[in-house]
C-alpha cells in the first residue's frame, strides 16, 4: 500500500487552492515557500497526478486538483472534530468556540447571546466571525467554523441543523409614508415596486422576495443597499419601503430615525433563525447549549424599540 497524505501536506493544499499564489499562502500556513511548494510536490507524488498548474504568471488546480481539495477540506474538517471530541469529553464546554453569523443577525442577536453563554459556561470563549450565508456554511464545512447562525429557508444539506425561533418581517417605511397609515395590511396590499432590497448575496433579499411571493428581480428603484443600515437610511430619505427583521427593530435599529414601522398582517412574512454545524461536530454539548440560550432570547417577551406607526 503506498503512503497516505498527511493532513500537513492536503492543509497546503486547500490553502494554495485558496490563495492561487504560492508566497501567500505560504505566508497563510506559517512556512517557507520551499517547505509548501515541497509538500505539495510530494503529495502529487504519492497521488500520481498534477494537482497544480504552474507558470511564472499564473497558479491554477487542475480539475482533479478542485476535487482533491473538496475532499481533503471534508478530511480536514473531520481531524479538527476529532481533536475537540477528545478534548471536549475531557472538559466539555470549554476552550475556543468560533461562531459565524450573518449580518441581519449579528449585531442584534450575537452581543446578548454570547454574554449569557459566557455568564453560564465562564470557561468558554469566542471568535466571532460575521459573513454571508454562503461564506458561513463553507467555513463551517471546511472547519474555519464551529457553528453558524443563520436564517432559513437556505441549502444546509448535510449540516446539523438546529431550528430556534421565527422571526417576522416588519415594513418600515418614512414618517407620514401612505405604506404606513393602514393599521395592519397584508402583503399584497403592499406597492412592491417601491420595496427596496439588499444586494445579492444577502439572505434577507431573498426572504422579503419569498415573502412577498416576487421572484428574484434587480429593485425597481435601480437602487440596492449593502447593509439594514444603509436600507434604513434610504427609506427615511423617501427612496422607497423596505421589510426589516423583527430582532433588529427590537435592537432599536431605528433609533434616532423618522423612520416608523409597522407588523403586517397575517400571514406575515418571517425567516427562520438556525444555528448550523458540521453533522461530525464533536462539539454536541456547546451546540445544544448554544441552541437552547439562543432559542431563549428569540421567544422572551419583546420589547418594542421601534417606532411604531398608529
Not at 462539539?283 to 398608529?310: H, S
Request: net charge neutral; proline share 5%; with cysteine.
Amino acid at each position: 500500500m503506498s503512503a497516505l497524505p498527511s493532513l500537513r501536506q492536503l492543509s497546503y493544499l486547500v490553502k494554495l487552492s485558496e490563495k492561487l499564489n504560492f508566497t501567500q499562502a505560504a505566508e497563510a500556513s506559517f512556512v517557507t515557500q520551499s517547505t509548501l511548494s515541497g509538500g505539495i510536490q510530494e503529495l502529487e507524488r504519492q497521488l500520481g497526478v498534477q494537482l497544480v498548474e504552474r507558470d511564472r504568471q499564473h497558479v491554477r488546480m487542475t480539475p482533479i486538483g478542485d476535487e482533491v481539495v473538496e475532499r481533503a477540506r471534508a478530511l480536514l474538517s473531520m481531524a479538527t472534530d476529532l481533536v475537540q471530541r477528545a478534548s471536549s469529553a475531557a472538559e466539555p464546554m470549554t476552550g475556543l468556540l468560533r461562531l459565524g453569523a450573518i449580518p441581519t443577525i449579528a449585531p442584534f442577536m450575537l452581543p446578548v447571546l454570547v454574554r449569557t453563554a459566557r455568564e453560564r459556561h465562564p470557561r468558554l470563549r469566542f471568535a466571532l466571525r460575521e459573513e454571508t450565508t454562503a461564506r458561513s456554511l463553507e467555513q463551517l464545512r471546511d472547519g474555519s467554523l464551529d457553528f453558524a447562525l443563520i436564517a432559513l429557508p437556505y441549502d444546509t444539506t448535510g449540516l446539523l441543523v438546529r431550528p430556534l425561533f421565527d422571526d417576522e418581517l416588519w415594513l418600515i417605511a418614512a414618517e407620514g409614508d401612505p405604506a404606513v397609515r393602514p393599521a395592519r395590511s397584508s402583503v399584497d396590499q403592499l406597492d412592491t415596486q417601491r420595496l427596496l432590497l439588499l444586494e445579492e448575496g444577502h439572505c434577507l433579499r431573498s426572504h422579503t422576495l419569498q415573502g412577498c411571493g416576487l421572484a428574484e428581480r434587480a429593485n425597481a428603484t435601480g437602487i440596492e443597499a449593502t447593509s439594514v443600515t444603509t436600507l434604513v437610511q434610504m427609506v427615511e430619505e423617501g427612496l422607497g419601503i423596505a421589510l426589516l427583521p423583527e430582532m433588529a427593530l427590537r435592537a432599536g435599529l431605528l433609533a434616532g430615525t423618522s423612520v416608523v414601522a409597522r407588523p403586517i398582517g397575517s400571514p406575515a412574512p418571517r425567516r427562520g433563525i438556525a444555528l448550523v454545524a458540521r453533522a461530525s461536530t464533536a462539539r454536541l454539548a456547546e451546540f445544544e447549549a448554544l441552541a437552547a440560550i439562543a432559542t431563549t432570547l428569540g421567544r422572551e417577551p419583546k420589547r418594542r424599540r421601534a417606532k411604531v406607526a398608529a
